[in-house]
């Protein structure tokens, strides 16, 4: 697979990757974070690229004991 051209399905509370479909159908698509058990049919989705920055961004933020700005 191409990480440049993969999308990944980016948990929006705790930014995990660990994302999987948990259920469809009528109402639409929902997904569940294996890391923190959202539940939600809101999610990021980003190539490769702009999650490893984001990862950074989260980590320097963190380091700078400030809020995390998307």
Same mark, same amino acid.
């Given at each position: 697979m191409?990480? =440049? =051209?993969?999308?990944? @399905? !980016?948990?929006?509370? %705790? ?8 259920m /469809?159908?009528?109402?639409?698509q929902?997904?569940k %974070?294996?890391? %923190? /058990?959202?539940v939600?049919?809101? !999610?990021l #989705?980003?190539?490769? $690229?702009e999650?490893? $920055?984001? @990862?950074? =961004? !989260?980590?320097? #933020?963190? #380091?700078?004991n400030?809020?995390?700005? !998307?």
């Amino acid at each position: 697979m191409d990480k =440049k =051209k993969t999308r990944l @399905l !980016i948990c929006p509370v %705790c930014y995990s990757a660990r994302v999987v479909s948990y259920m /469809g159908g009528v109402m639409g698509q929902m997904y569940k %974070c294996l890391d %923190c /058990g959202y539940v939600g049919s809101l !999610i990021l #989705e980003m190539s490769f $690229d702009e999650y490893t $920055d984001l @990862l950074k =961004k !989260i980590k320097r #933020e963190k #380091e700078d004991n400030r809020k995390i700005h !998307i």
